[in-house]
Nanobody, 123 residues
Framework: VQLQASGGGLVQAGGSLRLSCTGSRRTFSNNAMGWFRQAPGKEREFVAAISWRGDTTIYADSVKGRFTVSRDNAKNTVYLQMNTLEPEDTAVYSC?????????????????WGQGTLVTVSS
């Protein structure tokens, strides 16, 4: 089981980035997918999640209206479009596959994790 996240980088405040996370068919099939982030010295926090069918999405209040999560099951890929980035968004972003098809904010509901990709937003 492997998840591979990509798309991180350095961007100025107000800019945009799109993260991608690709995995095996086994990892993606019938599973909701989530994005989490961890800033230096802070605990991991929920960012966004999408159900298996893609018909339900949930977001942390801090990113609502700026970030959009989506998925392409044919490509076993989930995306996180991040707009109007702020320095507070600086963190390592990781994707995860849930234990079921329903999206969740709870880290305990996720069983497969990928390595993170670093997003740095300069002011």
């Amino acid at each position: 089981v492997q998840l591979q996240a990509s798309g991180g980088g350095l961007v100025q405040a107000g800019g945009s980035l799109r993260l991608s996370c690709t995995g095996s068919r086994r990892t993606f099939s019938n599973n909701a997918m989530g994005w989490f982030r961890q800033a230096p010295g802070k605990e991991r926090e929920f960012v966004a999640a999408i159900s298996w069918r893609g018909d339900t999405t949930i977001y942390a209040d801090s990113v609502k209206g700026r970030f959009t999560v989506s998925r392409d099951n044919a490509k076993n890929t989930v995306y996180l479009q991040m707009n109007t980035l702020e320095p507070e968004d600086t963190a390592v972003y990781s994707c995860a596959a849930a234990r079921g098809s329903v999206s969740s904010r709870d880290v305990r509901d996720y069983r497969y994790w990928g390595q993170g990709t670093l997003v740095t937003v300069s002011s």
